[in-house]
């Protein structure tokens, strides 16, 4: 990599990542809560400002409104989970729009049956483990992003992957709000799972069209 692109691309993405194990070290620590929200936000604030700086196109400020939405929800959560939940609900349907724009001419069967499982499986899935219908209708949006990704032109590597992981993060999240699993658990793997998702995502989309890859339809 050019020594300007190290410059450009790393502390962003260095960064994102103290920032991301600082909040995990933290999190169960008596920290100010307010100082704490704001670490939170850190994370894919930074992932954010990587995508615009990386690409100049429409698709970069998708993503980075996607990012931008993903560190509003996790401040919000901290605050009302209604807020928070709303702000992942927009960025999953800008990340919808975003995976859209670059499909893939042709899937696999194996493939289809896993977007078409993504789609369907993850709202009624998030819905039983929760015991709440809202987190189910948040399950669509969930479900759609990740199939969406899935079914893109983007590097199932890391967007897919991503993608998945973000799934699993959050029915982690339902699990333990349905108090389906003992806390411990999802306590030490949703930060990590979740972040990881995210990080997968925003490098794999760049790297993608920084390569002039994922054409537009």
């Known amino acids: 990599m050019p020594k300007r692109a190290l410059i450009q691309a790393r502390p962003y993405l260095l960064f994102s990542l103290v920032a991301a194990i600082l909040y995990w070290i933290y999190a169960d620590e008596n920290v100010g809560g307010l100082y704490l929200t704001l670490l939170k ?3 894919l604030a ?4 990587y995508a615009l700086v990386r690409h100049p196109s429409t698709d970069a400020k998708m993503l980075a409104g996607v990012m931008a939405l993903g560190s509003l929800g996790d401040m919000g959560v901290e605050i009302d989970w209604f807020w928070g939940g709303a702000a992942f609900f927009l960025g999953h349907a800008i990340a919808i729009g975003l995976y859209l724009r670059h499909r893939r001419p042709a899937l696999a069967s194996s493939q289809k049956v896993l977007v078409v499982a993504l789609l369907l499986v993850t709202p009624v ?5 929760s015991g709440s219908l809202d987190v189910g209708f948040y399950g669509l ?3 759609g992003m990740a199939a969406a990704a899935w079914a893109s032109s983007f590097t199932r590597y890391r967007v897919g992957i991503g993608a998945v992981l973000f799934v699993i993060s959050d ?3 339902f699990a333990r709000m349905g108090e389906r699993i003992d806390p411990w658990l999802p306590n030490l793997l949703i930060w990590p799972t979740y972040y990881l998702g995210q990080f997968l995502i925003c490098t794999g989309v760049i790297q993608t069209l920084r390569r002039g890859g994922g054409e537009a339809r």
């Open 41 to 43: 936000g850190v994370p």
């Open 46 to 49: 930074l992932l954010a400002v």
């Open 125 to 129: 899935v998030s819905w039983l483990l």
């Open 141 to 143: 949006a969930l479900g």
């Open 171 to 173: 029915l982690l999240i």
